[in-house]
Structures are given as structure tokens and as C-alpha cells.
């Protein structure tokens, strides 16, 4: 009988691609079939969309019903097609006057009265909607807010079937969302947590502080209860806020993973995640049969915190090595790959030994030497020479704590870690993908961190005294950069270079 | 079999006396399905009736009441 056109979207890593939904509708045996590659999910909107419809008030066909998702080739998965479908059978079948699916894309998934639920990557097919130059796209009320991050499109929310059908057929106006990108943004940073809170640990919040000015990674030893785990959850107070485009590249991927919370577009804050020692690697670094981001890629442009690092499976921690050092992962599939952003900050925290009182005054270690072996290598020599920093936070007792004062504020902080990162970016404004210390890669190191005679010399000594592989000298020079870039200083001196090595063979008087 | 408008309609008539054992469209099972969309394949062939609606109805009679469910199985 007819035949209906619409647009849709579907995704693929953080991608999304155009998917074009035809429906055709002719006499005969009344069947419903879907073809064009679709997963279950795909395939059950049809009991979805036959009560939408019906509760909707409008007549489901009793004909023989085709729908086609072009291109055929293509996975497609989720419910995010019941909206498209209801609509070109809804056109098919008379309903929707012809021609006024035309130029217009449509997502949502459909419960059975009727109304329209959101579904995830609404931001990367509204980014795909513009490229494909296209200017329209109806869809969930709570996915409003995130699609209208991008510019130059008109964002249509809609609450049920029947509000689409009646806007689609001019019986009603629904005024497109506009989002004010500068205004949603500014709103936005507070934290309840501060670094004043933490009383005392001086040496770890001048570390984390490094940390935070270079983006280096680092990880805090010491004993339960020092305070490892506060710190590493004030670590986001003292780092600089996004800017937009990062902003939107983070939520581009909670946006695929489905993490937006309802009704919120840009994601200002930088994410902090710290997945539980039980994880899997597949869900650390992404994956699956239909590839999603892992924790790595949802920890984007902001802090990864693994707790008790030496309980994660080995395995787990072995595949973020390569994601640590180029700020991608490929994930691939026998049917599928995808490729995921993972540029993180490493926090990881660990105890002395498996009791956790290794060498703590007024406690006694209960661990065997084997013990405390085994657990240490746990974490293998790759790993541990790619954390820049390794830190001891100590226990701190009763008195000391009523005697230590609150030190600075997390706004003073990063106020002084702001500067030092607009030093490093005035330095690495030529290279590609270079926004601080921690990312300067073998090739340009001896052009951007040249240390003082005096500095290197040090360096150098302490490099064969302490067996430090090439990779650990240059770890610990770019420490040195963002200790001088903290202090405005534009050579790095023995003073620089010597707090630098600290952080670096701090953890050698564990050694057993 | 009845004309309802563009229609054809195969209508399986279903009776019980007592609702003991289910109620008569109840008794209407997937082998029965089957069997009236073959034998309705098999009737648009021979008619040439290839585009033309069909659909499947139901008429439950309990006792002497008795309902017609419209599209019962379709899709």
C-alpha cells in the first residue's frame, strides 16, 4: 500500500551513525517483520509499539507490515527505534498526513501507554543529526536538555505518541528547547568535601597537589585509616574545571553509556570513579558483545581512584597499561570494534602489607616476609614504573590530629594549580594533544625539561644508585617541570629536581 | 468465512457448555492457528486474492452467550 521514510540514529562506540527506518505496509496475511540486522531488543518493539499505538488511540494496521533499518549491514541494538517505527507505521497507515516525517529524525523508546522513555547517546546522534545536515529531531522530554548541547539543531521534545503525531501533523506547536551553553556551564562547581578537612598529611597534599598541577599519576601507601581514600576524593576540588570542549566530550560518553541523570545536559564536573577490587577487566576497560565505555573511559578527563590496588585481579590492572599511556582504548571484537578516550588521572592506594601496620610505631606487623612479597607483587614492575608518584601517608595519632592545623583551603590550592597548568599550556601550545607535564611523551622531553647542571647531575647519580629504568628518569624530571612550573620557575633546579626524586624512590624504605 | 468491508475474515467458531475447561477462546491453541492461516495461504492462492485484507476472527459461543473477538491473532 505505502511506504514511510524516516531518520533515526544508531551507536557505535561513541559514535553515532544514520539509520534510515522504512516501514511498508500492504494487504495480505496481517505479519510483522523486521529485518536489517537488529538485536532483540529491536525486534520485541514490536509488542511495544502495537500497544503504544492502540493506547494512543489510533488503529494498528491489520495488514502485512515490513520494517527496514538501512543500512542493512549494520548492527542495530536498543530500544531507541520504537519511536521511529510507531511513526512511519503511524504515516504508513494514514495517520501522519504524507510527507511530514521529511527531513526529521526521531529516537525514543516507547512504553505501552504511550509515552516516550529516554535512552542513552542522545548526544552523539544529535552531533550526528547536524553532520548529516539535517535540522530536526524529535525525542524524549528528559533527553531535551542533553541533545540541545549541540548548536544549529532543533531539538523538539516530546512527552507521548499522540503529542508527536498532533505536532507532526501541524495540530500543535511544541517551541524547540533552546539550552543556554554558557549559562548551564557556569552553574556548576561546588564541592562538599575540602581539602582543609584533611588535618596535617602535608607531604600528601603538596604530592597531590603536584599531581594535580602535571596530571601525573600517583600512588599513596600507608596504613587503613590514614586518610589515603579523603584524599584521593579531594583531589577533584583542586583541579581545574572543565572547559566546554572537554565538558562535552565527557558527556558524550555517560551520554553512550547512559549515565546522564534525567534532565541534565552538560556534564560540568570532572568524573571521579573508583570501581570496587572485584571488578572485571572487561568492565574497567570496556567492552562487551555490544561494546560499551568501562570505568578507564568514564573516568575521562578526571580522576580514576582504585582502592586496596594490590586486591584488583592482576589481570584487571595489566590492560589499563597501554590506555595509561596513550589515552585511548581500543576495544576490539570479533564482530565489532570501538574506540573509547581514557585520558585519566591514576590515584591508586595500597597498605604497607596485608595487615596494613608494616612499620607503624606502636603497632605491631603481623605479616610474614613471604606475605608482605606476595602481596607487593601483586602489582607488577610495568605498572609501578608507570605511576609517576608513589607517596607514604602515615597514620596520624589522636594528639597529633588535635595538635595539626586544617592547612589551606582547596580554592587556594587551585588557584596555584590553575596557573602552573596555564604555564604548561602556554609551553605545549605548538604540540598536538599536550595540555600537560604528565603527557609529554620520549620525543619532545629533552626540548621542554631541561634541568640545571647541578639538577642533572643529581638525576643522573641517583638513576644509577637506585637502578631507575629510563622511563622512571623521565617520569621523574616531568615531576621536576611542574614543581618549577608551580613555583613560576622556568628552569628546574637541584632543589626541584631533589623533591621530584622523592616521589619517586620515596616508597624504597619499604624495601624489606 | 465473511466479507467485513475490504476484509475477508476466516472466523473459527468456538462453543463450550460450561466454562469447567477454559473458556472457548481459550481453547483456540497455536496448533490451530497454524492451521487456519495455512488453510488461509492456501485459499488466497487458489482465489488469487493477493491483495486483498485479510484478517482472522474469533467467535467464542458459551452456551448462549456468545462474543466475537475481531483480529484475534493477527500479529
Given at each position: 500500500m505505502t511506504i514511510s521514510i524516516g531518520r533515526s540514529f544508531s551507536l557505535a562506540g561513541i559514535d553515532a551513525h544514520p539509520v534510515t527506518v522504512e516501514v511498508d505496509i500492504r494487504r495480505g496475511l496481517p505479519s510483522y517483520t523486521t529485518v536489517g540486522l537488529a538485536d532483540k531488543a529491536v525486534k520485541e518493539s514490536k509488542n511495544r509499539i502495537n500497544a503504544a499505538v492502540k493506547n494512543s488511540g489510533y488503529e494498528f494496521p491489520v495488514k502485512r507490515i515490513t520494517v527496514n533499518l538501512a543500512p542493512a549491514s549494520v548492527k542495530k541494538e536498543g530500544s531507541s527505534f520504537d519511536f521511529p517505527i510507531a511513526l512511519g507505521i503511524l504515516q504508513s497507515s494514514g495517520t501522519i498526513k504524507p510527507g511530514r516525517l521529511d527531513g526529521i529524525a526521531s529516537v525514543g523508546e516507547l512504553s505501552l501507554d504511550g509515552n516516550l522513555r529516554r535512552v542513552r547517546g542522545v548526544l552523539p546522534m544529535a552531533r550526528c543529526l547536524k553532520e548529516s545536515g539535517l535540522k530536526k529531531i524529535l525525542l524524549p522530554e528528559e533527553n531535551g536538555k542533553e541533545a540541545a548541547v549541540v548548536e544549529g539543531i532543533d531539538v523538539i521534545p516530546v512527552d507521548n505518541l499522540k503529542t508527536a503525531v498532533d505536532y507532526l501533523n501541524g495540530d500543535k506547536s511544541i517551541e524547540p528547547f533552546k539550552l543556554d551553553l554558557q549559562q548551564e556551564f557556569r552553574h556548576s562547581c561546588s564541592y562538599r568535601e575540602d581539602f582543609s578537612d584533611i588535618k596535617g598529611q602535608y607531604m600528601a597534599k603538596r604530592a597531590m597537589e603536584i599531581a594535580a598541577a602535571g596530571g601525573h599519576n600517583i600512588l599513596m601507601t600507608g596504613p587503613?585509616?590514614?586518610g589515603k581514600t579523603m584524599l584521593a576524593r579531594r583531589l577533584l576540588t583542586i583541579l581545574p574545571s572543565l572547559s566546554i570542549r572537554e565538558a562535552i566530550q565527557v558527556t558524550i560518553i555517560q551520554s553512550v553509556a547512559g549515565k546522564v541523570s534525567p534532565g541534565s545536559s552538560l556534564v560540568s564536573r570532572r568524573p571521579f570513579r573508583s570501581p570496587h577490587h572485584t571488578v572485571s577487566d572487561i568492565a574497567l576497560v570496556g567492552g562487551g558483545s555490544n561494546p560499551r565505555p568501562g570505568e578507564i573511559s568514564l573516568a575521562h578527563r578526571g580522576v580514576l581512584f582504585l582502592d586496596e590496588f594490590p586486591e584488583f585481579k592482576r589481570q584487571a590492572i595489566e590492560v589499563i597499561r597501554q590506555p595509561m599511556e596513550d589515552g585511548t582504548i581500543t576495544v576490539s571484537r570479533a564482530a565489532d570494534s570501538a574506540t573509547y578516550p581514557a585520558s585519566f588521572m591514576l590515584v591508586a592506594a595500597m597498605n604497607p602489607c596485608p595487615c596494613g601496620y608494616?612499620?607503624?610505631?606502636g603497632r605491631e606487623c603481623t605479616c610474614t616476609a613471604v606475605e608482605i612479597k606476595k602481596y607487593r607483587s601483586k602489582i607488577s614492575g610495568p605498572v609501578m614504573d608507570r605511576i609517576d608518584m608513589h607517596i607514604y601517608v602515615p597514620a596520624l595519632g589522636k594528639k597529633d590530629i588535635d595538635s595539626l592545623d586544617r592547612g589551606e583551603t582547596s580554592n587556594i590550592i587551585r588557584k596555584r594549580v590553575i596557573e602552573a597548568r596555564n604555564i604548561q599550556r602556554e609551553r605545549y601550545?605548538?604540540?598536538?594533544?599536550?595540555?600537560?607535564?604528565?603527557?609529554?611523551?620520549?620525543?619532545?622531553i629533552d626540548k621542554y625539561c631541561r634541568p640545571s647542571k647541578t639538577a642533572s647531575g643529581l638525576l643522573i647519580d641517583s638513576m644509577e644508585k637506585y637502578g631507575l629504568s629510563v622511563r622512571a628518569y623521565n617520569k621523574t624530571l616531568k615531576i621536576a617541570r611542574t614543581i618549577a612550573d608551580i613555583e613560576n620557575s622556568e628552569e628546574i633546579t637541584e632543589q626541584h629536581a631533589a623533591e621530584a626524586l622523592q616521589y619517586r624512590i620515596g616508597d624504597r624504605q619499604w624495601d624489606l | 468465512m465473511a466479507r467485513d468491508g475490504e476484509y475477508i475474515c476466516f472466523i473459527e467458531v468456538k462453543y463450550r457448555s460450561?466454562?469447567?475447561?477454559?473458556?472457548?477462546?481459550?481453547?483456540?491453541s497455536d496448533l490451530k492457528i497454524e492451521k487456519l492461516q495455512e488453510l488461509a495461504r492456501f485459499y488466497i492462492s487458489s482465489k488469487n486474492l493477493n491483495n486483498t485484507d485479510i484478517r482472522f476472527d474469533v467467535v467464542s459461543v458459551m452456551r448462549d452467550r456468545i462474543s466475537l473477538i475481531k483480529n484475534a491473532f493477527g500479529i
Open positions: 587503613p585509616g590514614a608494616f612499620a607503624v610505631s601550545f605548538r604540540e598536538e594533544n599536550i595540555f600537560a607535564n604528565a603527557e609529554v611523551d620520549g620525543k619532545v | 460450561s466454562d469447567s475447561h477454559g473458556s472457548p477462546a481459550e481453547a483456540v
